[in-house]
């Protein structure tokens, strides 16, 4: 039999597939924070330990901590070391009032920053921030209906696509808990929601698009049934009869494209490609989305003609807006992370006053003409 100390060490935990390393160690460094793990006058992980634990880069590691400096989630003390600042729990005796995330746990860059303005303002307001991932559609539900004996005041609920949970926040709502929704909303419903203005960001990428001078953009999905989603495309096609365009749902329909393998999303960018509309631009969902179409076009074995200009209806990188994408709208994640927060304490405390949706607008950055772009171009046919 093999002694403890004999046994391999166990392997570093891995992050979720597109989601950069150090987003997703600065994810779990604020999700450890959220759960109250460090004190204000205890130092804070190391770079060293985060390199051990996660496995990563002392760049990665560095850069991780830097983003949560920034943040203003830790701070340096010169000489001493890296802290948790004093203002991420203030006053939070024993037994305080508790605020619960309830989130698909994708790990992705938009959750980690919902997360991050959900710390920075729930810690402000005296409240401890939990979590906790529902996995699927059926476990959301499960989740949520825990949420009243688990003594959670309030509840801040980031869906999934096909959510099945009207009926869990329903109740929760009937027993006195607080329920703010993120991202997107329950149409049948009524509940606190915090929302981007989707129907905007569908009609302002897509007039950027054919201002560029493509007629017939085709749109990509990551998600079917969220109602963000089917907000921007009314927005998309608002835009289009606003010119006088056609719809054309084989370019347009909500059909998921990132769950599909290479080769069914391969084949589905080739009969665009090949349709009598030629295609010149492509419009997707979110970053994510926009980066599997680059690969997808720029791995086609076939050729095609022309050039495609793309453009993402969110992006969450560090820059103004993707280098791949000519337009882009640039979502405010931290700042919805925060008005939730707010507008469940407002609940939480009693606040009278009906249901309402919080409407952020989206900064949408589009290319200057004069300005070096990329595009996707097809390969030209050699004669033999």
């Avoid at 921007?232 to 289009?240: C, D, E, M, Q, T």
């Avoid at 084989?250 to 990132?258: F, G, I, K």
Wanted: charged residues 25%; contains cysteine; aromatic residues 6%.
């Amino acid at each position: 039999m093999t002694s403890p100390a004999e046994r391999p060490a166990a392997a570093p935990p891995k992050p979720p597939p597109g989601v950069a390393l150090f987003e997703w160690v600065k994810q779990e460094l604020i999700a450890s924070i959220a759960r109250g793990e460090f004190s204000p006058d205890e130092p804070f992980t190391t770079q060293r330990e985060i390199v051990e634990r996660y496995g990563v880069s002392s760049t990665t590691a560095v850069r991780a901590l830097n983003e949560l400096v920034a943040g203003g989630l830790v701070v340096r003390r010169r000489g001493r070391g890296t802290f948790v600042t004093d203002r991420t729990l203030p006053h939070v005796p024993q037994g305080q009032r508790v605020m619960t995330f309830v989130s698909p746990g994708s790990g992705g860059v938009h959750e980690s920053e919902l997360l991050s303005g959900m710390a920075e303002e729930s810690a402000a307001l005296g409240y401890r921030l939990a979590i906790e991932h529902a996995p699927d559609v059926a476990r959301e539900e499960a989740v949520l209906r825990r949420m009243a004996a688990g003594g959670s005041q309030g509840v801040m609920l980031f869906p999934h696509d096909h959510s099945t949970a009207a009926g869990a926040v329903d109740e929760l709502q009937r027993l006195g808990v607080a329920v703010v929704v993120v991202d997107r909303y329950f149409p049948g419903l009524p509940t606190d929601a915090v929302i981007f203005d989707d129907f905007a960001i569908g009609y302002e990428v897509t007039s950027a698009m054919l201002e560029r001078g493509h007629r017939h953009p085709a749109m990509l999905w990551s998600e079917s049934d969220a109602t963000s989603v089917r907000d921007r495309l009314s927005g998309h096609y608002r835009a289009l009869h606003d010119r006088g365009l056609p719809e054309l749902p084989e370019r347009s329909a909500l059909r998921v494209y990132d769950p599909l393998d290479p080769t069914a999303r391969r084949q589905r960018l080739r009969s665009m490609l090949e349709s009598p509309e030629r295609l010149t631009a492509v419009i997707c969902g979110n970053a994510p989305t926009l980066e599997l179409a680059v690969s997808d076009l720029l791995a086609m074995e076939a050729r095609f003609l022309g050039a495609v200009e793309l453009a993402a209806m969110d992006q969450f990188l560090t820059f103004d807006m993707s280098p791949l994408a000519v337009v882009s709208a640039r979502l405010p994640a931290r700042e919805m992370g925060r008005q939730a927060a707010r507008l469940t304490h407002d609940r939480i405390e009693g606040a009278g006053t009906p249901r309402r949706h919080v409407v952020l607008r989206a900064p949408v950055h589009v290319a200057d003409r004069g300005q070096n772009t990329l595009a996707v171009v097809g390969a030209e046919v050699t004669q033999r």
